[in-house]
Nanobody, 117 residues
Framework: QVQLVESGGGLVQPGGSLRLSCAAS????????MGWYRQAPGSQRELVTT???????DAAAAVKGRFTISRDSAKNTVYLQMNSLKPEDTAVYYC???????????WGQGTQVTVSS
């Protein structure tokens, strides 16, 4: 079982920055893939960015060059640094972990990010 706790959401003006955190209850090196997803009102949940246990990252085209995923293994925490935020980035952001041979999925509770002037 993996518990994920997100923090760091809030209200920010367009062009601003936020950093989200996702603290895992187990070593992040025991997790195959960690990632961030988001869901805007009336839309499906979509992948934002991922990081594998060996450090490879990937990101959706909409956020490449603006969002960066990173990790601190000592704190079992993954971060999402979001820069140059746009109103269309407004969504609930969820942390996700895929673990084990069956790639069992675990989700955090979500954190709201609102980009508005």
């Amino acid at each position: 079982q993996v518990q994920l706790v997100e923090s760091g959401g809030g209200l920010v003006q367009p062009g601003g920055s936020l950093r989200l955190s996702c603290a895992a209850s187990v070593s992040i090196f025991s997790i195959n893939v960690m990632g961030w997803y988001r869901q805007a009102p009336g839309s499906q949940r979509e992948l934002v960015t991922t990081i594998t246990s060996d450090g490879r990252t990937d990101a959706a085209a909409a956020v490449k060059g603006r969002f960066t995923i990173s990790r601190d293994s000592a704190k079992n925490t993954v971060y999402l640094q979001m820069n140059s935020l746009k109103p269309e980035d407004t969504a609930v952001y969820y942390c996700n972990a895929l673990r084990g041979a069956t790639m069992t999925a675990y989700w955090g509770q979500g954190t709201q990010v609102t980009v508005s002037s």
